[in-house]
């Protein structure tokens, strides 16, 4: 697929079928988010892969957006790594950097014919409890992953953008001559 045609036609999918995703596919959708950039290199993002009868069962008591998807990522940071990843500003990196990370694994996914939507409502510590997550990784969201049911669309509000007028500003910066 062509990049714009995965970025114009990429969507929100609420909605998935029964069909399992390959495991060629999961690894290819791994490795995209394995590749992102994340700052200084520090690689802080912490995948779970979440399928399967009592994982998915544990899955639904921790999130109501779970969709039915018969795959579904943990998205986390490690914050013992992040915190050691400041810059001059002293800013922490790690939600960024796994945020550039799910963006990656979600372009990735529906290049492979796969729909996705970034879900951040859940109980993070059922979640934490349920799948052993480590205090010192902070959950970021959770991937719902899978091939869209046929009745699946995109939300009414799915195209309604603002204008670049809106969201993009320009300033120029004349250097004065003495």
Same mark, same amino acid.
């Given at each position: ?22 495991? *060629? ?28 009868? #009592? ?12 969709? *039915? ?8 940071? #490690? ?16 939600? $960024? ?6 963006? &990656?694994?979600?372009?990735?996914? &529906? ?5 996705? $939507?970034?879900?951040?409502?859940? *109980?993070? #510590? ?5 799948? *052993?997550? !480590?205090? &010192? ?12 049911? !046929?009745?699946?669309? !995109?939300?009414?509000? &799915?195209?309604?953008?603002? #204008? ?15």
């Amino acid at each position: 697929m062509d990049y714009n045609d995965i970025i114009y036609t990429r969507y929100s999918v609420r909605k998935f079928s029964d069909r399992p995703v390959e495991k *060629n596919k999961l690894n290819k959708i791994l490795e995209a988010g394995r590749i992102a950039p994340t700052a200084g290199n520090r690689q802080p993002q912490r995948i779970v892969v979440i399928q399967g009868g #009592d994982a998915f069962e544990k899955m639904k008591l921790c999130t109501p957006c779970h969709f *039915n998807a018969p795959l579904l990522l943990l998205v986390c940071y #490690d914050q013992s790594v992040e915190n050691n990843n400041h810059y001059g500003d002293k800013r922490p990196y790690g939600q $960024v950097d796994a945020s550039i990370v799910l963006t &990656h694994m979600m372009l990735e996914a &529906h290049n492979l014919g796969l729909g996705t $939507v970034w879900v951040g409502l859940f *109980n993070p #510590d059922l979640l934490r409890e349920n799948f *052993n997550i !480590p205090a &010192h990784y902070e959950i970021l969201s959770l991937m719902p992953i899978g091939y869209p049911a !046929p009745e699946a669309e !995109p939300s009414s509000m &799915h195209n309604q953008k603002f #204008d670049l007028t809106h969201t993009v500003f320009y300033r120029s910066f004349k250097k004065e001559i003495n």
